[in-house]
């Protein structure tokens, strides 16, 4: 029985696309927290995920936290899904694995940062500063990932990977900024989105949550 906790529009929507693509059975537990972000519900959250972060997974008694993870465990234990490349593909692999880690150590805390500025200076002075450093930094990483995607359509080309997965959330996450720092003014970046939302299952988990079902490019 396969366990995902989280909540919808958070770093719980790569792993939720991961588990609707291989067509796993799952439950989705919605973790509910309180003003200052603790987790207040389900009972136990805490002990699956210590930091009290979502999203946490539970398979069978196997129990991760970290979105990255958790896509390549799910990935690499469905290779019939085909989102991750087999390890005689070595370099499709690797190349899978490194994108997978900017987009999860590089880009997301580039996020964290933009989304929790205060949490990033003990002066409250110095909160915007920090949000705009955020923000060029999320533009010259976009910049970055549309070069790799290029004609695309995915991060390998053809071939779609959970580093695609994991880029489209990621993606979607900077709605909110001012229109030109977006991720989807970049028409490749926002091509790069619609792809990934083609995928069935992808566009099921998306749904799911409510999210964008479009870059709206
Ligand atoms: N490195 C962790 C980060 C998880 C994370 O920061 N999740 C956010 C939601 S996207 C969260 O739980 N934030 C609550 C908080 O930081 O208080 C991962 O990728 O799973």
């Not at 533009?139 to 959970?162: K, N, Q, T, W």
């Not at 993606?171 to 792809?195: F, G, K, L, N």
């Amino acid at each position: 029985m396969i366990t995902l906790y989280g909540i919808p529009g958070t770093a719980t929507t790569a792993p939720h696309m991961v588990l609707e693509e291989i067509g796993a059975e799952y439950a989705f537990v919605l973790v509910e927290r309180d003003a200052h972000d603790v987790p207040t519900a389900p009972p136990g959250f805490l002990a699956l995920s210590p930091f009290g972060k979502v999203p946490a997974l539970d398979d069978d008694g196997l129990v991760l936290t970290e979105a990255a993870a958790i896509c390549l465990h799910l990935a690499a234990t469905h290779p019939e899904a085909g989102l991750l490349a087999p390890p005689e593909d070595r370099h499709a692999r690797a190349t899978t694995v490194r994108h997978l880690m900017t987009l999860t150590n590089t880009v997301q805390p580039a996020y964290l940062r933009y989304f929790y500025s205060e949490r990033y200076t003990a002066d409250p002075a110095g909160v915007d500063g920090v949000r705009a450093a955020a923000v060029a930094e999320l533009v010259e990483l976009r910049d970055h990932f549309a070069a790799v995607i290029g004609d695309g359509p995915f991060l390998l080309g053809e071939r779609c990977s959970v580093a695609d997965l994991y880029l489209a959330m990621l993606a979607s996450w900077s709605s909110d900024m001012e229109p030109a720092d977006r991720w989807w003014s970049d028409p490749v970046i926002a091509r790069h989105y619609d792809a990934v939302l083609a995928r069935p299952g992808c566009r099921r988990a998306v749904e799911q949550e409510g999210g964008s079902l479009s870059s709206g490019a």
